[in-house]
């Protein structure tokens, strides 16, 4: 109901009274305000591309929390919220919601990596594959299996949603002199 009044009233006249409610501290208050802010950013769309910013610290705030249902619920939140301003010049804050939702990847609770993995899929829409990319990267090789299964499991669902796009992320390796590791198409066209 809180999602319809938003869209057909604009967001401005729900959005104030749950942030203020989520300032109660009681966890099961703030838990249905981040449900109600999820539900209400995937009903509006693209008319939350207003209220990003407005909304990044609550996120921030709940993605640190202690408590491994915040953390889903606002995880599914920043899904929903990414998703919906993909393409509109939020991608500032997209990212800086990243760095928030990026130290839960070794969640272990299936509930919560599911929502940690579909917030970073809807973060690959909003801020490009590349971006992500380079979050991926400097785990793919790390000392610890359990690390590298995590990583490798983001970069096959990178691989899978933009293969031709992560190209230009590759990094450079300088050619030997068997070999020649150059994308000449790529840096012709950059």
């Not at 939350?48 to 990044?56: L, M």
């Not at 070794?106 to 971006?131: C, L, R």
């Not at 070999?179 to 012709?188: F, I, S």
């Amino acid at each position: 109901a809180l999602a319809i009044v938003a869209e057909t009233c604009s967001p401005f006249t729900v959005l104030p009274a749950l942030m203020n409610e989520y300032r109660v501290p009681e966890l099961n208050v703030q838990n249905g305000v981040l449900k109600a802010l999820s539900f209400m950013f995937e009903y509006i769309g693209e008319m939350g591309k207003d209220y990003v910013y407005a909304i990044a610290p609550l996120l921030e705030d709940a993605l640190m929390d202690r408590d491994m249902v915040h953390r889903q619920t606002a995880a599914t939140t920043v899904k929903h919220v990414a998703l919906g301003v993909a393409g509109l010049g939020c991608e500032d804050s997209i990212q800086h919601l990243l760095n928030f939702i990026w130290p839960n990847v070794f969640e272990t609770s299936p509930h919560v990596i599911n929502a940690i993995f579909e917030a970073i899929e809807g973060i690959t829409v909003a801020v490009g594959p590349v971006k992500v990319f380079q979050y991926v990267m400097q785990g793919l090789y790390h000392p610890a299996r359990r690390v590298r299964d995590v990583y490798w499991k983001l970069f096959n669902t990178l691989y899978i949603y933009a293969s031709d796009a992560l190209v230009s992320g590759y990094p450079r390796i300088e050619a030997d002199g068997v070999n020649d590791y150059r994308r000449t198409h790529l840096e012709l066209f950059i």
